[in-house]
């Protein structure tokens, strides 16, 4: 098979086969296939389109490029989530504790931030150290032991995805459509996603601006994960403005805690629990996600999950503890000696503080170690 | 000026400025715009078009993107030719020395074979010793001492053609029309060209394999060209079959001597009789290029070309020399010990003598000096 062939066939608006997208993403995975020619091929498939069989063959053939996470052997249903990206969307944060709270298994492998989004992870590195490289094997194994864990990708999950991802970005071939839906979908099957919702950004803070882009990406998303094997759910949210309160990785911890304590209202805590309902929906599980949030019990898995990932000991998470805690730049990496486990894992999260926040730290709370589990 | 922003204009369907499409070609001369940028911008060209001022624009960008040859103080007129090429074609071969022959002063530089058509350079390399690397100043002497010189391109000449004509190769975008005329006319304006005769083949052994396709093309050369400042003179020509009785280096060089002697009639001859006449009558001049054949004037010019450029003194050129010479393995590539001044400057004329030749090399006519230049 030859490259060449197929960005011909692509250019010419054919159609083409399994094996020549196989073909593709196997040479962006292994670089056999120069990035050249992967950059021609992308902009005739950004022009002419897929059409939805293409984009399946290119999900499956991504999610197959590298290793793959089985998740068998993790107590059923198995939830994952994932967001378009939006300015200030911390909405996974607090979702997983809610759906492990549930019952569910919440497993997600999560990628940075883009653009004018930032990524769960890079908010995440800004606990005291958060670990955010956890293996497949400890994903796993936390999972199993509290229902909850979150890890940045690994290189070698969907490594075509990776390749095309990052060309995508420097060919102006980001905006489009079956590539969007492949790239999101191929990380998700590869990473053992079982049941996904998909929440689909749109507005001037999303890459979706527009309901009508937004309805046909969440459509997009729906017909190929379907076709894929997966159980997907997609709900189209609003992103004029930030969402919650804040923008910025640390601020944006200290909101989601916030949420979690009980301690806001509003259309961020709104929208975390119609997430909760069409997952939990999703998942044939009855329980209620306010009251998981009212009860405590969301708020206790938050504090499992952050130790169990490394969350410094001295960042602790109480029933009310300071929703406003001052801000030091004891943390900063002004000052790295000696406390390398206090500085953030991903580098990523390093930019984006310095774009967005003043202190990319959050401070541990002071007090010492008040808090009261919800025995729900 | 920023790569991804020219690139998302073409693939947006909008009008490049002139900085706009300069800052493209530095960038492919200087290597600054990595070739995947270059890729995608030359697929959304492929795709979305480039308009007549955005393909002069092009021209002239890659024109001036390295060295350019001058060639004020030659004999004036000045004449360049081209052709789109198609499989036996050694039209320049013969027309040269007719235009040489006719009181123009004819100066070429050459590119290699694409594709199907084997390149003019490749047929001359066969002849033993031929030069075919001269630089711009030693072309100039020559032209100025016996009328007629061509020779390689240089690295130097047009480098923006020279890494997107490589890149298109490998993309999938070869056949673009505003690319085709662009690469045509950037290295005819960078080797110093005035008066052009652009041969467009047309027909199954050609690049334009339909007639609407081939005079497509020519009237964009007219009319970039013209905008650019040449004088321009197209011809549609027929290439459905193979140009003359022969195809292969040694053969073709073979054949246009044979032309030159005077002792072929027919298809091949007409044509470069008619390039000819056009190119005499976009000069201004009078004079019949039958009779730069008929008598002998032309195939003395030929002589005298070949034995400037260094064409090894037992490869002589007669008035009725043996027209169908045996071959001899003496000169190939197995021995080339002590015969290096023998073998291929061009080591293009080695693959596409393989291809074609069974052997690569004209044996020197036995005839030992019995030319006898016409003396019109």
Chains 1, 2 share one sequence.
Not at 102 to 107: E, I, K, M, S, Y
Not at 175 to 189: N, R
Not at 260 to 282: P, S, V, Y
Request: hydrophobic share 40%.
């Amino acid at each position: 098979m030859n490259p060449i062939t197929i960005i011909t066939k692509k250019r010419d608006q054919q159609i083409l086969t399994t094996e020549e997208i196989a073909f593709i993403a196997q040479g962006a995975a292994t670089g056999t296939i120069p990035d050249y020619q992967l950059a021609a091929w992308l902009m005739a498939v950004y022009i002419n389109g897929l059409t939805d069989q293409e984009t399946a063959d290119l999900t499956r053939a991504m999610a197959e490029s590298g290793d793959r996470v089985d998740l068998s052997g993790l107590p059923t249903p198995w939830a994952d989530k994932h967001s378009t990206g939006g300015v200030g969307d911390k909405t996974t944060i607090v979702l997983l504790p809610i759906l492990a709270a549930c019952g569910l298994t919440v497993v997600k492998m999560s990628g940075p931030g883009l653009g004018k989004t930032g990524g769960t992870i890079d908010k995440l590195a800004s606990i005291p150290g958060f670990r955010t490289d956890l293996t497949p094997e400890q994903m796993k194994a936390q999972a199993n032991h509290i229902g909850i864990a979150l890890t940045g990708q690994t290189p070698s999950l969907a490594p075509a995805d990776k390749t095309l991802y990052a060309l995508r970005d420097v060919t102006a071939t980001v905006p489009c459509l079956p590539l969007i839906v492949s790239s999101i979908l191929s990380k998700k099957i590869a990473g053992g996603a079982d049941h996904v919702t998909l929440d689909v950004k749109c507005g001037s803070g999303a890459f979706m601006e527009t309901p009508a882009e937004a309805r046909r990406l969440a459509d997009a998303l729906t017909k190929v994960g379907t076709a894929a094997g997966l159980k997907i759910r997609t709900a189209v949210t609003d992103m004029d403005q930030p969402l919650g309160r804040t923008a910025g990785n640390a601020l944006e911890i200290k909101e989601a805690i916030r949420i979690l304590q009980g301690q806001e209202t509003g259309r961020f805590r709104d929208l975390c629990i119609h997430l909760a309902q069409i997952t939990l929906e999703n998942c044939g599980i009855l329980a209620d996600p306010a009251f998981a949030i009212d009860s405590g019990a969301a708020l206790m898995k938050m504090r499992q999950w952050v130790t169990a990932q490394g969350g410094h000991p001295r960042f602790s998470i109480t029933k009310s503890g300071n929703p406003h805690p001052t801000f030091t730049k004891s943390f900063t990496t002004m000052n790295p000696v000696g406390s390398n486990q206090l500085t953030p894992k991903s580098s990523a999260s390093k930019s984006l503080n310095s774009a967005v926040d003043e202190n990319p730290k959050v401070t541990p709370s002071i007090t010492p170690s008040a808090s009261k589990p919800s025995s729900k």
